[in-house]
């Protein structure tokens, strides 16, 4: 599963991959760069609708809800939420929200941690 890494200041969307499909010596391919991340989460279904920049995740959401609400799911479209977070916060914080973004909403006072 692809996970953040936050190195030299920047977060890196990582994938580990098999042997033969390695790209540098750590065994693991790259596949984004952001400066910030931001994830898109729909808790009416509590499922995860996407993560990357903050200017992606924006435009996402608001494709998402304009298909929302061409269905007629007003409430869906009141539960979807984007959280930015902060730049320099935890890997493992944006990483527990990919994972498993209902509990990790429970988890975590999103006041402090996310905008």
């Known amino acids: 599963m692809p996970h953040y890494e936050l190195r ?57 809800r304009e298909k929302l609400r061409a269905f007629g799911d007003e409430e869906a479209v009141s539960k979807l939420i984007v959280l930015t977070f902060p730049k320099q916060t935890a890997d493992t914080v944006i990483n527990s929200f990919l994972e498993n973004p209902m509990k990790a909403l429970d988890d975590y006072d999103l006041n402090e941690k996310v905008s």
């Open 8 to 64: 030299h200041g920047s977060y890196y969307l990582i994938e580990k991959v098999p042997a033969l499909a390695v790209v540098n010596p750590d065994g693991e391919r790259i596949l984004q760069m952001v400066d910030q991340v931001a994830i898109v989460i729909n808790t009416a279904w509590g499922m995860l609708v996407g993560h990357g920049s903050p200017e992606a995740m924006e435009t996402r959401a608001r494709e998402q």
